[in-house]
């Protein structure tokens, strides 16, 4: 199959971990960008890390949905992980499963939560690895006598992403480890998001700055569409 048409150099990608050791129960992104194609395969420029170690745990074979827009549609497809063919370049080779959906709009709505957050550049494999440590913690029973207040944080929030004001300077692809207490003295969603536009006026020393999930459990997901659903106020559309 082409894929030409619907895959441009330079065009946003989504790679969806399909491995179901690593997946279940839970989202695994990657946002890499098409840096050329060839019959049957990608070559995939990582946005994160530039040190061997930083880089996602990429393994011989390991399955990945891949996820993109095109023409107003959403485009899927799913392949293996081939090699590393450069120090932030990989090759993915490609299944003959191309889809066309329409996208569907994803909710959002402006609220406050507790929030903490811990920012980087380049560090996707540590990162992704103190999450999972995060998430293996917040399993244990969750005492919040034992933990300080959260501070509440007017954000704009979807079960994709969410967008608030983080102290400066912040970046395109910047990393972040979210702490989101959705309910007052609640056990908290751990979420590592990357970052995914900036906004240019800085206010006190902070700038707006929208940021897409990148690992999040499932049941966290579902419990934020569920504050979602139950919100009073009419959900607004802005990213």
Known sequence: MRFSQYFRTGQKIFLHCADPELATGRTETITVYLHDQGPGHFMLQLRYGTEDEEHY?????????????AYG?????????????????????LNDDLE????RTCRRIDTALGLRYTKGK??????????????QLLKAE?????????????????????????????????LCLLLLQVE?????????????????????????????????L??????IERLIKNQPTTPTQSA
């Open 57 to 69: 745990p990429f393994s011989p074979g390991m399955p990945f949905d891949v996820h993109t827009d």
């Open 73 to 93: 549609v959403g485009i899927h497809l799913t392949g293996r992980f081939h090699s590393f063919v450069g120090k932030n370049l990989i090759r993915l080779d």
């Open 100 to 103: 066309i959906f329409q996208r």
């Open 122 to 135: 380049g560090t996707l494999r540590s990162y992704r690895a103190q999450w999972e440590k995060n998430i």
């Open 142 to 174: 969750y005492d919040p006598a034992k933990i300080p207040p959260f501070p509440r944080v007017p954000v704009n929030l979807s079960a994709t992403g969410v967008r608030f004001s983080v102290k400066a300077p912040v970046d395109m692809a910047d």
């Open 184 to 216: 007052p003295n609640g056990k908290p969603i751990c979420a590592l998001a990357e970052v995914v536009w900036v906004a240019e006026e800085e206010i006190d020393g902070r700038k707006r700055a929208g940021m897409r999930f990148l690992n999040i």
């Open 218 to 223: 499932e049941a966290d997901q579902q419990q």
